[in-house]
Antibody, heavy 119, light 107 residues
C-alpha cells in the first residue's frame, strides 16, 4: 500500500526558510522510474507544481521558483525533503507530495500540510 | 512553461445535467493530460489520465476526450456527489502545469 505524508511547520515568518519532509511507504525511490513531486495550493486557488526528484537523483524545479527551492532524498529513510527560502505571505498554501512514475500519472498524494507565512 | 486554460471558471448546473469542461494548452501536450476532482478541504482525486483513460473506481458518467491542445471533460448526468472543482493538468513536460480550475455549482 502506497502512502505519503507531509510534515513541517504550520507557521513560518517572512524571510525564513521552510523545510518540508515527505515520508512515504509502499515503494522505494531507488526503483527505476520512480519520482516524487511537490505541489502546492494557496487557499481558494489552483494547484501549482514546485519540484520533482527522480530515482536516479535528477532534480527538476518550477521555472518561477527554482532560485528558492531545493529538493533532496534520503532513500534509507524513505523521505524527500523540500526547502524553500525567503518565505513570503504569498507562499501560504497547502503543500502536497505526490508520487509519479516515468510515463505515468498516479493518484498517490499525501494529505497535505498547510503552511502559513506570517509575522 | 505550457499554459493550461480551462473554461468556464464556474458552471451552474442541476442534477441530471450533462456538463462539459474545456481545457486548452498553449502548445501540444499530445495526450498527456489528466483531470482531477477536488472537494473543499480534500486532496485532489485523479479521474482521467492520458486524456481519456478512466481511473479504476471512477464512475462511467465521467469521460475525457481530445488531444494536442484541446481537451474536454464530460459528465453525462451530474450527480449530487459531482459538485466540486475540476482541474486539468498536463504532464507532457517535467514541469507539470494545471488549469485554474472549474467550479461546478448547484443551480
Amino acid at each position: 500500500q502506497v502512502t505519503l505524508k507531509e510534515s513541517g511547520p504550520a507557521l513560518v515568518k517572512p524571510t525564513q526558510t521552510l523545510t518540508l519532509t515527505c515520508t512515504f511507504s509502499g515503494f522505494s525511490l531507488t526503483t527505476t522510474g520512480m519520482r516524487v513531486n511537490w505541489i502546492r495550493q494557496p487557499p481558494g486557488k489552483a494547484l501549482e507544481w514546485l519540484a520533482r526528484i527522480d530515482w536516479d537523483d535528477d532534480e527538476f524545479y518550477s521555472t518561477s521558483l527554482k532560485t528558492r527551492l531545493t529538493i533532496s532524498k534520503d532513500t534509507s529513510k524513505n523521505q524527500v525533503v523540500l526547502k524553500m527560502t525567503n518565505m513570503d505571505p504569498v507562499d501560504t498554501a497547502t503543500y502536497y507530495c505526490v508520487r509519479s512514475r516515468d510515463g505515468y500519472i498516479e493518484d498517490y498524494w499525501g494529505q497535505g500540510t498547510l503552511v502559513t507565512v506570517s509575522s | 512553461d505550457i499554459q493550461m486554460t480551462q473554461s468556464p471558471s464556474t458552471l451552474s448546473a442541476s442534477v441530471g445535467d450533462r456538463v462539459t469542461i474545456t481545457c486548452r494548452a498553449s502548445q501540444s501536450v499530445y495526450s498527456w493530460l489528466a483531470w482531477y476532482q477536488q472537494k473543499p478541504g480534500k486532496v485532489p482525486k485523479l479521474l482521467i489520465s492520458y486524456a481519456s483513460n478512466l481511473q479504476s473506481g471512477v464512475p462511467s458518467r465521467f469521460s475525457g476526450s481530445g488531444s494536442g491542445t484541446e481537451f474536454t471533460l464530460t459528465v453525462s448526468s451530474l450527480q449530487p456527489d459531482d459538485f466540486a472543482t475540476y482541474y486539468c493538468q498536463q504532464y507532457y513536460t517535467y514541469l507539470w502545469t494545471f488549469g485554474q480550475g472549474t467550479k461546478v455549482e448547484i443551480k
